[in-house]
């Protein structure tokens, strides 16, 4: 069975440090690897994903995110947090051999601070 | 651009009592999923569509059915409604089975007294 862990409920990072918000995975094949963000009181919105390809992946508001297949991992990151990027972060699997079922993480919040 | 949309938003039901909830997209996809949030738990799958006339149970499907009758609606019903089905449901959609992004409503929030 494919899963996603992501260890940290919430993280707390200053305005205009780095982030990082961590992802492992298991999954049977290779595997399709997602980011989505959650505002409150709203649905995920699609951040960036990993198929094939290079291993460091752009997303939308400034995101990327680094494919390690050894480490199986797909941790999320941005050079410069803001504000506005606090909310829910999800992480969400497929299995190339599992087609349309999506797995997604417990979510992490990100908190910045000023 | 409407994309997902689900109504209603909200909703509170009485035990025992039944519902359905509706997602309708308007981008063409052939695939389309209802999901469950709860605090801790992240996302769950309860059932899916991979085009019109066919549906598949997800990994928390007990309590609920689903039709899709039509390829842009994409029905979520509870025949006797749980205060453990308190819930929001989201509903998502995407035009790819492997490799496609999801996209997805609002959110309805249901409560189950």
């Known amino acids: 069975a494919q899963s996603v862990a992501q260890p940290e409920d919430q993280v707390n990072v200053a305005e205009g440090n780095p982030l990082t918000v961590k992802c492992t995975y298991s999954?049977?094949?290779?595997?399709?690897l997602f980011w989505y963000v959650q505002y409150p009181n709203r649905g995920l919105q699609f951040l960036l994903k990993?198929?094939?390809?290079?291993?460091l992946v752009k997303g939308s508001y400034g995101f990327e995110a680094e494919f390690n297949k050894s480490q199986t991992s797909f941790h999320l990151k941005k050079p410069s947090a803001l504000v506005s990027d606090s909310a829910l972060y999800f992480c969400?699997?497929?299995?190339?051999?599992?087609?349309?079922?999506?797995?997604f993480g417990t979510g992490t919040r990100l908190q910045v601070t000023l | 651009n409407a994309g997902v949309t689900q109504t209603p938003k909200f909703r509170v039901l009485k035990t025992g009592q039944s519902m359905t909830l509706l997602c309708a997209q308007d981008?063409?996809?052939?695939?389309m999923y209802w999901y469950r949030q709860d605090p801790g738990m992240g996302l769950r799958l309860i059932h899916y569509?991979?085009?019109?006339?066919?549906?598949a149970k997800g990994e928390v499907p007990d309590g609920y059915n689903v039709s899709r009758l039509k390829k842009q609606n994409f029905l979520l019903g509870l025949e006797s409604a749980a205060p453990s089905q308190t819930s929001v449901y989201f509903c998502a959609s995407s035009h790819s089975a492997n490799t496609g992004e999801l996209f997805f409503g609002e959110g309805s929030r249901l409560t189950v007294l």
């Open positions: 999954v049977s094949g290779n595997p399709y």
């Open positions: 981008m063409n996809h052939e695939y």
């Open positions: 990993y198929i094939t390809g290079d291993n």
């Open positions: 569509s991979v085009g019109e006339g066919t549906t």
């Open positions: 969400a699997v497929r299995g190339s051999g599992t087609a349309s079922k999506l797995t």
